[in-house]
């Protein structure tokens, strides 16, 4: 089986090939705000090395508005084109896929300011619904997290990857498939409000 995975829910702009079993294309690149840029120049560069794609695997939130539309949107024309499923993959949960922890622990994604997306995790496992808040509201002994400088002062740092996208998404193939491209949308937790 043949994926692509498409990162893009905060400032990593990541593409990942999954070819028989093996990621044999890794291309990530921190760059804020410049998705819309590089992730089509990125997956371009890997579809030129490859001549089969069986399904697209892609961040779905909660992350950046505007990456995650920019990944989802991505992952959506080439589904479309070559006739071929998607497979969303929340992006706490990937990064969850790289931490080996016993017991209560948290994981955050920096928002804006000093909000965060968080949920929470036990052995390895779910144990939470995502949620959102001032992180000054959040009560939590150890944290596992990306982009929390200046607003959290112990965590330990794990940063988002197109490699775990598309490990889960392996993983999960026949739970997670999306065939209808109008079901699959991002999963932003929150809604866009813009201040006037």
């Not at 080996?100 to 619904?129: A, D, P, T, W």
């Not at 988002?160 to 490990?167: L, Y």
Request: aromatic share 8%; proline share 4%.
């Amino acid at each position: 089986m043949n994926i692509l995975a498409i990162e893009s829910a905060s400032t990593v702009c990541g593409v990942a090939f999954l070819k028989d079993n093996n990621i044999v294309h890794l291309d990530e690149v921190i760059s804020p705000r410049m998705h819309g840029k590089n992730l089509p120049q990125k997956v371009n560069n890997i579809m030129k090395k490859e001549n089969r794609l069986d399904a697209i695997a892609v961040s779905s939130g909660p992350g950046s508005y505007t990456g995650l539309r920019i990944g989802i949107n991505l992952a959506k024309g080439i589904a479309a084109v070559k006739d071929i499923p998607i497979i969303p993959v929340p992006t706490l949960l990937s990064l969850n896929k790289n931490i080996i922890q016993e017991g209560r622990y948290c994981i955050m994604l920096h928002s804006h300011k000093s909000y965060v997306y968080f949920q929470n995790f036990l052995n390895g496992e779910i144990n939470g619904e995502i949620k959102y808040d001032i992180i000054e509201n959040i009560t939590y002994e150890k944290v596992f997290g990306y982009n929390l400088d200046g607003i959290c002062e112990n965590y330990t740092k794990i940063v988002p990857s197109a490699k775990s996208v598309v490990k889960l998404a392996k993983e999960n193939f026949y739970n997670w498939i999306i065939t209808d491209l109008s079901k699959l949308s991002p999963n932003y937790i929150t809604n866009f409000n813009l201040n006037k």
